[in-house]
């Protein structure tokens, strides 16, 4: 298992060296101030319960007291980004040479880490799943380098909908010298899976969450990292000052104020996954269902692409994923409103290959 120390031996040089920009907000705690110090417009001529004339604080202070008390974490554990994307980014540029290191991606999952590393000139090494979507360790520690320097694991992962067992999770993160990132982007719909409780035993550990998936804020795209603080003050010496909108930060007070609605939407979405499984299931152009721990299904039908395409010809947009890996002639569906997947049903029954 590694330490701190040896954790932190892992951030680029260059990074390490960086002074960060730093503004007076950084400085300065307090309130009723008179703020002379950013050349901004002192008049607020849009929205008066929004100050959209000043600069937000650029360390989120407020919102991530909030985050804390909901999530049982420290403040200090959090990093705010805009939307997950940010701190994905950020973690390759943080831990990354370009030309030189690799992260490694356990396929079929989310594109934006393959993305980001080639953006940034850095090489991914790709593991295909099992054929249950777990895990290859024997093959994953067999086929890393050296120069391996991040794992990213999306549990519950996208596009498959599962979740991966914390057994596997603290392998990796006991064995593999390396940041290990868990994409938990789904994890409102299945809590009791999270790893945070993992945190304060591993320092390499990185946890992303969202604000854009069960929160239902996905315009305002607002994602979190959690991590130890000195991971945390990495990614922030790295992060564009004022990366959050001071309209999302007002969003995101009012989504925490109303989190027993959130959860209540939660548990309504959740029911009715369930109940489109089993209408799913039923259609003679599905062939199988797959478990899902998410707010979406993989379904594989009997020709994705013809399916596909007769949905969109009738109105509805769903992810054809058929030429992933593991997802030969399968759609993601996206758990819509009652009404909306009842829609889809009734379109699926008139489907004729």
Known sequence: ????????????????????????????????AILLDANENPYNLWNDD??????????????KLKIAEIKGVSPE???????????????????????T??????????????????????QVKEFILNNDFSINLQQFFNGISPSTKVVFICSPNN?????????????????????????????????EKTYLSLLNRYPNLVVL???????????????????????????????FPYNIG??????????????????SLISQIVSERELLRLRLQQLSCVKMVYPSDSNFLLVKTTDANSVYNYLLNNGIVVRNRTHEPLCNNCLRITVGKPYENSK??????????
């Open 101 to 122: 290191d690799s992260i490694v991606i356990f396929s079929p999952t989310y594109g934006m880490y393959s993305v980001c590393a080639e953006v940034n000139n850095v």
């Open 344 to 353: 889809l049903i009734q379109i699926l029954n008139t489907y004729r290959p």
């Open 1 to 32: 298992m590694m330490t701190l120390s040896e954790t932190l031996e892992l951030v680029r040089p260059n990074i390490m060296r960086l002074k960060p920009y730093s503004s007076a907000r950084n400085e300065f705690t307090g309130g009723n």
């Open 159 to 191: 596009p498959t909908g599962n979740a991966q067992p914390i057994e596997t999770i603290e392998q990796i993160l006991s064995k593999f010298r390396g940041i290990v990132v868990v994409d938990e982007a789904y994890i409102d719909f299945c809590p």
């Open 246 to 263: 001071v309209p999302s930060l007002s969003f995101l007070s009012r989504a925490i104020e109303q989190y027993s609605n959130t959860k």
């Open 209 to 239: 969450q969202t604000f854009s998936k069960a929160w239902a804020m996905a315009g305002a795209r607002i994602g979190i990292a959690f991590a130890n603080p000195k991971i945390i003050a990495t990614l922030n010496k790295v992060k």
């Open 50 to 63: 929004l100050i959209v004339n000043r600069y937000p604080d650029p360390l989120q202070r407020e919102a």
């Open 77 to 99: 554990q959090i990093f705010l980004g805009n939307g997950s994307d940010e701190a994905v980014d950020l973690i390759i540029r943080c831990f990354c040479e370009p030309s």
